[in-house]
């Protein structure tokens, strides 16, 4: 098992940036797949960004070239820079992990880009 807290959501304006931080309980070495998700307010809770233990990483259209996900190990920790954010980045950002058959989520931190 493991559980997943994400920190670092907030009001920020169009164009500005922001860092998510998804802070595991136990060793994130050997899990096979953590990512990002995100729900905006009826829709459907739709992929960001994922990133293998090797490494690998792959994201949603809408924000290639401008968020990054990223890995750090000896933190446990698993992070999303978010840059030149817009008001459609509006949403609820979960992180998830993929361990052994079982999947994971967060609670979730609130990203809010407005004016």
């Known amino acids: 098992q493991v559980q997943l807290v994400e920190s670092g959501g907030g009001l920020v304006q169009p164009g500005g940036s922001l860092r998510l931080s998804c802070g595991a309980s136990?060793?994130?070495?050997?899990?096979?797949?953590m990512a990002w998700y995100r729900q905006a307010p009826g829709k459907d809770r739709d992929l960001v960004a994922h990133?293998?233990?090797?490494?690998?990483?792959n994201y949603a259209e809408s924000v290639k070239g401008r968020f990054t996900i990223s890995r750090d190990n000896a933190k446990n920790t698993v992070y999303l820079q978010m840059n030149s954010l817009k008001p459609e980045d509006t949403a609820v950002y979960y992180c998830?992990?993929?361990?052994?058959?079982?999947?994971?989520w967060g609670q979730g931190t609130q990203v809010t880009v407005s004016s």
């Open positions: 998830n992990a993929h361990l052994s058959l079982s999947v994971y």
């Open positions: 136990r060793s994130i070495f050997s899990i096979a797949l």
């Open positions: 990133i293998t233990s090797g490494g690998i990483t």
